[in-house]
């Protein structure tokens, strides 16, 4: 009931009942299907006996702790799978001997690529849902800090920040933030996605593909690298290196930004003492949710209008 | 494309509507200070644990009895009060009301175990001066990090308009106080109102500037020998 609700929101071309659709994902064997079933089951009572521990403990910090990494790990495993599952788009359907025919079609060429697209959300459904979840624990953590002093803790983080904002326009950015961490994961495999399916419109060797792919991979990797690691530390922990350092704000907007987007997808920002930091030291750095979203936006739109153009492209006539 | 939109849409009505739900809080529920304090609907905030300025030492006694104050002692001008919590049992904190000398209530202070400069702000509001006293720092040990010049520091948060002085310890890193500042976590140790604060060097005192912002800003220059011209305190806790 609920999926076909779901579903129906999906342009037609884009449910899995569709043709196109149907013959990318193909079946699933009734013994793999029941194997994800469980490990989808394992991590949704893991996750919900961490956030029990959380409530009965009340020891946030723990919590933070005990999931920072599997789901850091499960971001980067979501987006370098979307990369690696659409870059031989092309090939593939060259490869079953369908692609030439899709070429002589009107829309089948940007028809596939689309599906060969949207059917990565399909594959990584359980990924995702688990990221996603792991991400709602963190936001609980988040409104349980919001709830300090009787409900009055953003009152006290933005007493005092430059520029001065209401409360009003405190929550409302609070509200964009949140909104910009749950998206994110789902944006970030969207974009690597259509990273993938520009590779293998624009290079059609499978082996320079393979290589390019890497090197993508090795790009991301070293980033998230320099966000958990460096980018963390400069904003979070203040070490003693910094004190002989100026640190100005746009080395501190640069080093927010690379931590939110790349490194750990802002799992770190969900602390509320973390963002009241932020928006006390850095100038204008109460704006950064209202800033995360709109990146987080463009980034969706970004992916959308790569793969339409990829699309394009690889459905002109070939010269011969 | 319009499927993002949606989902957009949806997550950030959802939010918005979790998070409006949480600040709401604060019309349901009274501070912790508030609470704590026991204030009445006469003079509220004005008149903690229900003893007002020039009451009769009977009636203090009286007051602080209601507002489940336990009798520690009565030395002098001095009435030491314990404040159990009335579901555990377990010490709150210490009150002491100070007489003057036709035995009239003049100031009441509070020693309390754990409230918190959030817990002050989100009562009074933000403060008009907050003072750090470099005179009063004291080195903190530390067995895991030698290299840290760490130190506890004195300070005073203060509201002349309201006659409401609040101190308490704050740790501190003398290399790096650039990047520090005033946690809203930090602890409250005493808590005076009403009385007769007399700041000789008020004006020199910092202005609030906030939370989490530069511990700096929060020395006073030139820094003050002495805190204030009140009678020094006795801390009741020595009295244990």
């Known amino acids: ?320 | 494309m319009r499927l993002f939109a949606k989902l957009l849409f949806v997550i950030f009505m959802v939010n918005g509507l979790v998070l409006g739900g949480v600040a709401a809080q604060r019309y349901f529920f009274p501070t912790y200070v508030e609470t704590m304090l026991a204030t009445n609907d006469a003079c509220g905030l004005d008149c903690w644990f229900g003893v007002a300025e020039e009451m009769n030492h009977r009636d203090v006694a009286v007051q602080i009895d209601r507002a489940g104050g336990r009798d520690q002692n009565f030395r002098g001008s001095f009435m030491r009060y314990r404040l159990p919590d009335p579901e555990t049992g377990e010490n709150r904190g210490m009150i002491q009301v100070t007489l003057d000398d036709s035995g009239n209530a003049l100031q009441v202070c509070y020693f309390p175990k754990d409230v918190t400069v959030g817990d002050v702000i989100s009562t009074f509001g933000d403060p008009v001066k907050f003072y750090l006293d470099s005179n009063s720092r004291r080195e903190i040990f530390s067995r895991i990090s030698f290299e840290l010049e760490a130190y506890i520091v004195h300070f005073e948060m203060i509201y002349p308009d309201r006659e409401l002085v609040f101190e308490g310890d704050l740790h501190i890193n003398l290399e790096d106080l650039q990047e520090q500042g005033v946690s809203p976590h930090t602890r409250i140790s005493l808590m005076c109102n009403p009385g007769t604060i007399n700041y000789f060097w008020l004006n020199n005192y910092p202005d609030w500037e906030g939370i989490y912002v530069e511990l700096e800003d929060y020395f006073a220059s030139p820094p003050p020998t002495a805190s204030d011209s009140r009678d020094a305190f006795i801390d009741p806790l020595q009295f244990r």
């Open chain 1, 1 to 320: 009931m609920l999926s076909r609700l779901w579903f129906s929101q999906f342009p037609e071309w884009a449910r899995p009942e569709h043709p196109i659709m149907r013959s990318i994902l193909g079946g699933i064997p009734e013994s793999q299907r029941r194997r994800r079933l469980l490990l989808a089951g394992l991590v949704i009572v893991g996750l919900f006996a961490v956030a029990v521990y959380a409530y009965v403990t009340t020891d946030a910090l723990v919590v933070r702790d005990l999931l920072y990494y599997p789901l850091v790990f499960a971001q980067v495993v979501a987006v370098i799978v979307g990369l690696t599952l659409t870059s031989n788009a092309v090939a593939t359907e060259e490869q079953r001997g369908t692609w030439d025919t899709l070429k002589l079609t009107l829309v089948g060429v940007p028809l596939t690529l689309r599906a060969r697209w949207i059917a990565v959300f399909h594959q990584l459904r359980w990924l995702l849902g688990a990221i996603i979840i792991g991400r709602i624990v963190y936001l609980g953590l988040l409104l349980s800090d919001i709830t300090e002093f009787q409900g009055r803790a953003l009152d006290l983080y933005i007493s005092g920040i430059s520029p001065e904002v209401s409360l009003d326009v405190a929550i409302l950015i609070m509200v964009a933030f949140m909104t910009a961490f749950v998206m994110q994961p789902v944006v970030a495999v969207a974009v690597s996605a259509a990273i993938g399916v520009i590779l293998s419109v624009t290079v059609r060797s499978r082996a320079m593909v393979f290589i390019l792919m890497l090197l993508v991979i090795g790009i991301y990797l070293a980033l998230v690298f320099v966000g958990v690691t460096f980018a963390n530390e400069q904003i979070l922990e203040r070490t003693q290196s910094l004190t002989q350092q100026d640190f100005s704000d746009t080395q501190g907007w640069g080093s927010l930004m690379l931590m939110a987007l790349a490194g750990d997808m802002g799992i770190k920002l969900t602390e509320l003492e973390t963002q009241g930091q932020i928006w006390a030291d850095f100038e204008y750095g109460i704006y950064f949710g209202a800033i995360y979203l709109a990146v987080v936006v463009i980034a969706g739109s970004i992916a959308n209008a790569l793969v339409v153009i990829s699309a394009k492209r690889a459905a002109k006539p070939t010269r011969t």
